[in-house]
């Protein structure tokens, strides 16, 4: 009971790597496998299947299943369920297993997947029991078990067979320190590095829906404390913060003490060595802070108040115009085109940061073709920036625009948009048979280093326990994914 | 040994690296040997050539020798006895890493030979120093029980899970308790005549000892191992409220894990061991909790929101007051998957108050705009949803739909018309002055339920609009070539018209009168036509007073599912129960429910309401087959003193299987959950013929008749679960319940 095994399939949706299942039919995988792809291409788009399919059993209807599947990079990975099973469950588990693909190789592809296989096989043999149980899918208990293929392994294997009759241990494992011989079940036992450091970075990603009048309807933060742990020992860390009320709806890491963060908001821990994701936290401005918003939003009343939503660190205009030609219900209509215009411009509201990677997304609806666009920097910044900026940036921060025909995706890219500048899309593009029918939402996305939205502050990172004094680093970083309508 | 192959190709070379002198070759000939299999490629006549590198110091070339012997033990099980020896000597390595993987493997080999020599060296690592391969151990044994159960008992090894229980290691508790849950089902699941063994001794029965120590690892182990734990914890019965309340305080603190299916599962053990929970601030407080950990889940992947929706859709039907003010959340991106989108679209009418409703309406507005067809379609349903539902709103609900139908985008109309006429059944007489609108868009109405929707607005206003009888002269012109709903709603409609006005209209009614009973095809039409005939020609009071009677006002049900199978779907929150909104015993092929297994599953504990929702159910279902018995008209006044006196009939039909297993939404025929799955959940209450429903059961369906209350609406939702009943003693309900539907 509980989850079968893991089918990794190409974009063809032939099986490359499965695990052992324990089904007494062999057919098993295969319906698995037949049932996703049959979903798959009975529905028109493969975002819109549904993520858990329910797999009927030919010949024993007592045997219950499901499949969740998740697509990743040109992979798409299954995880067959039975029983009555939360498919939370598969996906938690689904989600780890890329995570710790991720790790082993620093990305997931078919082809690293095939170059890898007998590391992934052996991944699978240890993070997945047959009867359905995840085993061990901590990463600092699996690369004692595991060997990453680092190139210190492969010299391993290059190297005589003495070398390798050691038991291939990692570059520093005493021989005492088994696996799982440490008391805290997600830090490795002596662990020893030369240089001690400590990095904490807090991600925090605006998800935000901005109505016609450019009011956001919903909007907040969601923020990721990932912490980079290179400790020797068994270190005694303590995190403070200068403003930690900014964090609700918190999350942590199995290591944190949650007494402690419930007294006092200190996040107590012994940290796993690596990287890892401390916590989790959403964030909303609440009453007492943050007047600065006022300036986004416009009081309006479908709208939240202002203090309820994080601000949007740009604006946007967009104009979308299509011409009327005459006869448009009638016959004639049917084999002329329809001409439109749009315009949009993006203003940064945003005073001392630039943001950066700025992609602005708009269905234009099925029939839509001949597009031209012209994407420019319309007058610079306003007031003292203006002569700065201009000379310094002119050539670096180009913005381009890109149409992909399949999906019907206009993009507009600025990499670079300093404060206070304007930017601007103008172009036509025209679509037959039916009036156009462009979505009406933009699609907004950015990044802005070394910002967060919430303004979280480390104040102390104390480490007790060991005698070193580590080096210990924190950045912020803000991405950002805005639907703003028009 | 085995017949070799011819002295070349790919497998013989393989054969000859596989006893290379060098241990390097061996290693990676083994690699590609798995690569081959990889592939699908039959490697199965090396086997004892790779056997003999069995033997090895290097951990991760004997990983890759075990990973071959698990594939092809099924197909070569008298060639996995020879490598019986090299595991019963793993077992003893000083390594525990290999010890634990000799264990393991043996285990997973599931061959006969095999398993006899698996017991001793299991005996040992259940007791092996080594936290890692007792807990490795501990899974082996709920593996060997599902092959060969007497060994377990022979071996006592239930007994020692039973003591592992009080291991040092969280971890072991963990696995022992997933393994101990795993006997549990494997012996409560398998029928009692085939198995051997008595019954009580493998049942997890969790006793207060235990509670606490599940309570004390819990908060150690791994995010699955916790998952087994809270599962666990979710079959216990608390002894007091005292300990109800314990058991919540102690697992709150699983909300705030960063895995989204820990939290799923503590959600559910406080759900389940609330309902002890006597004092009502704790309940308050747990329910607040409960909120930020699932509003944390919706910034998810797609898949994961999925799910979490499902739930909370769920959540929010027991506990309304959960989320009440995170409406925000739940507005659709443009961008999300349709799934999605349409799961947030019901929780949001779910969430529908008069402090949020401008906000919903100008998303709906939004939404009904934008390209997706069924999405669009969802929404402006949702608006409808949110006029019966909230009566301040219903007003700017009719505006917005006003604004819709001025799109004059097709599917966008017809909906809406659709929509208006509920809005008409609830709130009657108030906005009539939009029936021109409506009547306006006649000619391009093309879906049978949009016109039959029309008609009846029609037919029902006929004393107000002055041209009714040439409108519906155009659709009795027609009559024969309409679909039978649109049939259904032209008679109707005429005879009222004709009720209502009997001077103008006398040509009219007799001419669709003769057409339906004589040109038509479907026996209902005509059924109806004759009914209506000689009521008219018999007694046109009567008539008047049947036709046109006063309707009981709609609403919209709290609850997609009937309260006790409700209360059966909180307590397998975080399960695929959930996620489909149905029992278990519905899509997992363990057959019918007997009526006994109904009256247990009700339980002593929330016996009352459940049960009198059973009753509820049931009277619907009598008053159904009372108004049958009256007749069967489209505008039937049902009355709930009709249930009143269907009580003694109640109490007979609860002996029934079948009355039973409507009550409790199951279903004998896997495949009809299939079809209805996604059909039925949905919240259409009083509109909606769910699309994916079985046709056939839905051919009465008629709009002069909408539920009265939330349990005829469960009977409704139930109906396409078991249309096809495949018992004999069912076939006789089938006649009651596909009337009853024809009420609807």
Excluded at chain 1, 119 to 136: A, C, F, I, M, N
Excluded at chain 2, 84 to 107: C, E, Q
Excluded at chain 2, 248 to 262: A, D, L, T, Y
Aim: proline share 6%.
């Amino acid at each position: 009971m509980g989850i079968d095994g893991l089918i990794i399939l190409d974009n063809a949706g032939r099986s490359i790597i499965q695990s052992g299942f324990r089904s007494t039919t062999p057919a098993y995988p295969l319906l698995q496998i037949d049932a996703v792809n049959t979903a798959l291409a009975a529905a028109s788009r493969p975002t819109d299947v549904d993520p858990v399919i329910q797999v009927q059993h030919p010949s024993n209807s007592d045997i219950p299943s499901a499949c969740c599947h998740v697509a990743c990079g040109d992979l798409r990975i299954l995880c067959p369920i039975s029983g009555n099973v939360d498919p939370l469950v598969g996906f938690a588990f689904l989600q780890t297993f890329v995570d710790i693909l991720q790790e082993y190789f620093g990305g997931v592809s078919l082809a690293i997947v095939k170059d890898n296989f007998d590391v992934v096989y052996q991944l699978l043999e240890e993070t997945l029991d047959s009867v359905g149980h995840p085993l061990t899918t901590s990463h600092n208990a699996l690369r004692d078990i595991v060997l990453p293929p680092s190139l210190f392994s492969k010299l391993l294997n290059a190297a005589t067979a003495n070398l390798a009759a050691i038991g291939g241990g990692t570059p520093i494992q005493g021989p005492p320190a088994g696996p799982f011989s440490s008391q805290i079940p997600w830090r490795k036992a002596g662990v020893k590095y030369a240089s001690n450091e400590m990095y904490i970075d807090v991600n925090e990603n605006l998800q935000a829906i901005v109505n016609k009048q450019g009011v956001p309807l919903t909007s907040s933060a969601y923020g990721k404390i990932e912490v980079a742990c290179r400790l020797s020992g068994t270190p005694d860390c303590t995190l403070n913060f200068t403003n930690p009320q900014v964090m609700t709806d918190c999350s942590f890491h199995p290591c944190v003490r949650l007494q402690r963060w419930s007294r006092d908001k200190h996040m107590s821990f012994i940290p796993p060595d690596g990287h890892f994701v401390l916590a989790e936290y959403r964030y909303t401005p609440n009453t007492n802070s943050n007047s600065a918003i006022t300036r986004f939003a416009n009081p309006s009343s479908t709208a939240p108040s202002p203090k309820e939503v994080v601000p949007i660190p740009f604006a946007i205009k967009a104009k979308f115009e299509v011409e009327e030609t005459t006869g448009t219900n009638g016959a004639t209509g049917r084999a002329a085109s329809f001409p439109g215009t749009l315009s949009a411009t993006v203003m940064l509201m945003l005073t001392t940061r630039p943001i950066e990677n700025v992609f602005v997304e708009l269905n234009l609806g099925e029939s839509a073709h001949a597009i031209k666009c012209v994407a420019s920097r319309e007058s610079g910044g306003l007031g003292r920036g203006l002569s700065a900026l201009e000379s310094g940036h002119a050539g670096s921060a180009s913005a381009s625009w890109s149409f992909d025909s399949r999906k019907k995706v206009l993009r507009w890219e600025i990499p670079n948009v300093p404060p206070s500048t304007h930017w601007s899309l103008q172009g036509s593009f025209a679509a037959s048979t039916t009036p156009p029918r462009p979505s009406h939402a933009l699609q907004v996305r950015f990044e802005i280093q070394s910002h967060t939205f919430s303004a979280l502050k480390v104040d102390q990172l104390k480490i007790t326990g060991e005698g070193y004094k580590p080096y210990k680093g924190v950045r912020g970083r803000s991405t950002g994914n805005v639907e703003w309508r028009w | 040994m085995s017949i070799r192959g011819p002295r070349k190709g790919e497998n013989y070379e393989l054969s000859v690296d596989l006893n290379s002198e060098y241990r390097e070759k061996r290693k990676d000939a083994i690699k590609r040997v798995i690569a081959s299999m990889t592939v699908g490629k039959d490697v199965s006549g090396l086997f004892p050539d790779v056997l003999k590198n069995m033997q090895t110091d290097d951990l991760e070339q004997k990983k890759l020798v075990y990973l071959y012997l698990m594939n092809y033990a099924k197909t070569q099980p008298e060639l996995v006895i020879l490598a019986v020896n090299t595991f019963v000597k793993d077992s003893d390595d000083p390594n525990p890493l290999v010890r634990a993987l000799a264990i393991r493997t043996m285990g997973c080999l599931r061959a006969e030979k095999i398993i006899d020599y698996l017991c001793d060296p299991l005996q040992k690592a259940l007791r092996d120093e080594n936290p890692y391969v007792r807990k490795t151990a501990a899974l082996c044994v709920a593996k060997l029980y599902d092959l060969k159960p007497e060994l377990v008992m022979e071996n006592g090894f239930l007994e020692q899970l039973h003591d592992m229980i009080s291991d040092s290691n969280p971890m072991v508790v963990a696995n022992t308790v997933a393994a101990l849950t795993d006997i549990h089902i494997a012996a409560t699941s398998s029928e009692p005549s085939t198995s051997s063994i008595d019954n009580s001794s493998t049942v997890f029965h969790i006793t207060t000892a235990i509670l606490n120590k599940l309570l004390v690892a819990l908060n150690e182990c791994s995010e699955w191992g916790r998952v087994a734990i809270l599962n666990a914890l979710a079959r216990y019965t608390a002894a007091d409220d005292k300990e109800s309340e314990h058991i919540c305080e102690r697992v709150v603190p699983q909300f705030q894990h960063i895995n989204g299916s820990v939290v799923l599962a503590a959600v559910k053990v406080v759900m389940i061991h609330l309902r002890n929970v006597k004092r009502e601030d704790l309940g308050k407080q747990l329910i607040r909790k409960m909120a930020p950990p699932l509003v944390t889940l919706l910034s998810s992947p797609p898949e994961v929101q999925w799910v979490a929706l499902r739930n909370i859709n769920l959540l929010l039907q027991k506990r309304p007051e959960l989320l009440s003010s995170e409406i925000r959340v739940f507005f659709c991106k443009y961008n999300d998957p349709l799934y999605v989108k349409v799961e947030k679209l019901d929780i949001m009418v779910r969430l529908a108050n008069d402090k949020n409703v401008d906000a919903l309406l100008s998303e709906l507005k939004e939404y009904a705009s934008e390209v997706d067809v069924d999405f669009v379609r969802k929404s402006v349903k949702a608006i409808g949803q949110t006029a019966v539902k909230i009566d301040e709103a219903a007003e700017k609900c009719v505006n917005v739909l006003l604004e819709l139908i001025a799109t004059r985008v097709s599917y966008v109309v017809q909906e809406a018309i659709v929509v208006m006429k509920d809005i008409f059944r609830k709130y009657p007489s108030t906005y009539e002055g939009v029936i021109p609108t409506l009547c306006a868009n006649l000619d391009e109405l093309d879906e049978p339920e949009a016109k039959a929707s029309l008609i009846w607005i029609i037919g029902e206003y006929a004393n107000k609009i002055d041209n009714a009888d040439e409108l519906l002269t155009l659709f009795v012109d027609t009559f024969t070539e309409e679909s039978y709903p649109v049939q259904l709603q032209t008679l109707t409609a005429v005879v009222k018209l004709f009720l209502k006005k009997p001077d103008s209209s006398q040509a009219i009614v007799q001419q669709v009168l003769n057409t339906a009973t004589k040109d038509c095809d479907s026996p209902d039409v005509r059924d109806r036509a004759y009914i209506y005939w000689r009521l008219l020609s018999m007694d046109p009071a009567a008539a008047k007073s049947v036709v046109l009677s006063h309707r009981p006002p709609i609403s919209i049900p709290r609850t997609t599912v009937a309260p006790a199978v409700l209360e059966e779907l909180i307590g397998e929150i975080g399960s695929l129960a959930s996620v489909y909104h149905k029992p278990a015993e519905t899509f997992i092929g363990k057959g019918r429910l007997s009526a006994d297994a109904i009256q247990r599953k009700v339980g002593p504990g929330e016996d009352d309401e459940s049960q009198l929702s059973t009753q509820k159910a049931l009277q619907t279902v009598v008053a159904g087959q009372q108004s049958e018995n009256l007749l069967d008209f489209g505008d039937e006044p049902s009355t709930e003193g009709g249930g009143l006196s269907g009580l003694a009939a109640t109490q007979t039909m609860l002996a029934q299987p079948a009355a039973a297993n409507l009550i409790a939404g199951t279903s004998s025929n896997p495949l009809d959950d299939l079809v209805s799955i996604f059909g039925n959940v949905s919240m259409q209450p009083m509109s909606a013929t769910p699309s994916a429903a079985p046709g056939g059961a839905f051919g009465g369906f008629d709009f002069g008749q909408a539920p009265t209350s939330a349990a005829p609406q469960a009977v409704d939702a139930f109906a396409g679960l078991s249309a096809t009943p495949a018992a004999p003693p069912q076939q006789q309900q089938q006649k009651p319940q596909e009337d009853l539907l024809g009420l609807f």
